[in-house]
């Protein structure tokens, strides 16, 4: 199994991102699936989920109302929008299963929130 994620970047306080995940090695449509952030110093923590068949979604409370997970079961793909985006949302976002199996993690997409 292989995560692979992308569509981090350096962007300013207010402005948008999407992230991608593609996953390989699996049929990815029978997992729940999540995105995590990692920031510096700090414990990886999730930032959103949802279900296989999208049947549910669920945020913590530091990104409800600013962020959207979805999952396309045909390209095998997953994706975040972050609308909104905070200093505070600045980390290396990665995809897992949810919860996260022990297959390795993917290297992760770098967001940095800066103005």
């Known amino acids: 199994v292989q995560f692979v994620e992308s569509g981090g970047g350096l962007v300013r306080p207010g402005e948008s991102l999407r992230l991608s995940c593609s996953l390989s090695g699996t049929k990815f449509r029978f997992f729940d699936m999540g995105w995590y952030r990692q920031a510096p110093g700090k414990q990886r923590e999730l930032v959103a989920s949802i279900t296989h068949g999208s049947t549910s979604t669920n945020f913590p409370a530091s990104v409800k109302g600013r962020c959207t997970i979805s999952r396309d079961d045909v390209k095998d793909m997953l994706y975040l929008q972050m609308n909104s985006l905070k200093a505070e949302d600045t980390a290396v976002y990665f995809c897992?299963?949810?919860?996260?199996?022990?297959?390795?993690w993917g290297q992760g997409t770098q967001v940095t929130v800066s103005s």
């Open positions: 897992q299963f949810h919860p996260p199996s022990g297959d390795p």
